[in-house]
């Protein structure tokens, strides 16, 4: 029998991305790890995801870190998968898999983690009113008494410190730093962090377009870059255009179909993965000529982790001359020397 002070599901506290941190005093900063959000029930063992969908079934190896918790307790995460002492977001995504024997082959070859950085009720005491600094006080008391796969997000208040974080800690998988209010409660289903994030831009060549939906116009242009052996490599999308950019450029890019891909390997007409819950992911290429300049947050191995922003077109660069080392490869600490264990 549970003894939680309040039932699952619930919904996670969020936060808003700015370009900036806020500046103290009053603020309290954490690395960001590239992960599933996740919420550890201890007794009948849980673990819920932002979207109050269950995880433990994905990733059994937790349970031993969930029965580490006292009983009524509930703490605020997320799973990772560490290899090559860095997140693997690639990694972690194939962890979701439809077959109970696919999921325990996995669990063996590529373990997950569960790294802390909120603490909702210890004991059966809700703490989702108290500020804040209290919780992570009473989350490090906690962490004493816990063990691997356990890890706990280190915090500061110093803002100096939080920007060293924000350019070390990206090389063993950091994604930014979270912001958080010292005095605020645990506010349920709201935007009251805040995420600073990094923020680089490169230029590509436009490879393929996706059509809307509702037809007529671009869904999101197919960006590619050069590797070193001249082929062109498929590394994200953009998508953010008003209706009217989304006519116009379609009518520009029909004039540019091509029935070779040139090497650019976006996935094939009409396929699907796992992730896309249905949606045609159909493509039409087009000649390699159109060069755009964009700006994204965070590379996931050799693409862009989220969709890039468009800032400007480049007609005055050659296609030829957007390869891949233009990509920035962090370098720093890996996770192990960062997280607590």
Not at 82 to 103: G, K, M, N, W, Y
Not at 279 to 293: F, H, R, S
């Amino acid at each position: 029998m549970s003894t939680w002070p309040f039932a699952p599901p619930i919904s996670t506290m969020e936060a808003r991305v700015k370009d900036k941190p806020p500046e103290p005093p009053g603020w309290r900063y954490e690395p960001k790890w590239d992960g599933f959000r996740a919420v550890s029930w201890s007794d009948d063992l849980r673990l819920d995801s932002r979207n109050q969908k269950p995880l433990l079934r994905y990733f059994p190896e937790l349970e031993a870190a969930l029965k580490q918790l006292p009983t009524g307790t509930v703490v605020d995460g997320e799973v990772v998968v560490v290899l090559d002492d860095r997140t693997s977001f690639d990694s972690l995504q194939l962890r979701i898999h439809p077959a109970e024997s696919r999921i325990n082959l996995l669990a063996g070859e590529i373990p997950a983690s569960l790294v802390a950085f909120d603490l909702l009720a210890l004991k059966g005491k809700d703490l989702r009113q108290e500020p804040f600094s209290k919780r992570r006080t009473q989350l490090e008391k906690l962490f004493v008494s816990l063990s691997d796969p356990w890890h706990l997000t280190p915090s500061t208040d110093d803002l100096e410190v939080a920007r060293g974080w924000f350019d070390d800690f990206e090389a063993a998988g950091c994604d930014g730093i979270v912001c958080k209010s010292a005095d605020s409660p645990y506010v349920e289903g709201k935007r009251e962090m805040i995420k600073w994030k990094h923020r680089r831009s490169v230029d590509c060549v436009v490879g393929g377009y996706r059509e809307h939906k509702d037809g007529g116009k671009i869904g999101s242009l197919l960006l590619g870059l050069y590797n070193e052996d001249g082929d062109l490599h498929f590394i994200g999308h953009c998508s953010g255009f008003s209706d009217h950019d989304r006519v116009e450029l379609l009518k520009q890019f029909e004039q540019l179909r091509s029935d070779e891909s040139f090497g650019f390997e976006a996935r094939m007409p009409g396929g699907e993965s796992r992730w896309s819950a249905g949606k045609d992911l159909a493509w039409t290429p087009v000649q390699p000529g159109v060069v755009v300049q964009i700006s994204y947050d965070q590379l996931t191995e050799n693409r862009f982790r989220h969709a890039t922003r468009l800032e400007r077109w480049r007609p005055d660069k050659n296609a030829e001359e957007c390869t891949m080392d233009q990509l920035e490869r962090p370098h720093g600490p890996g996770f192990k020397d960062v997280v607590v264990a």
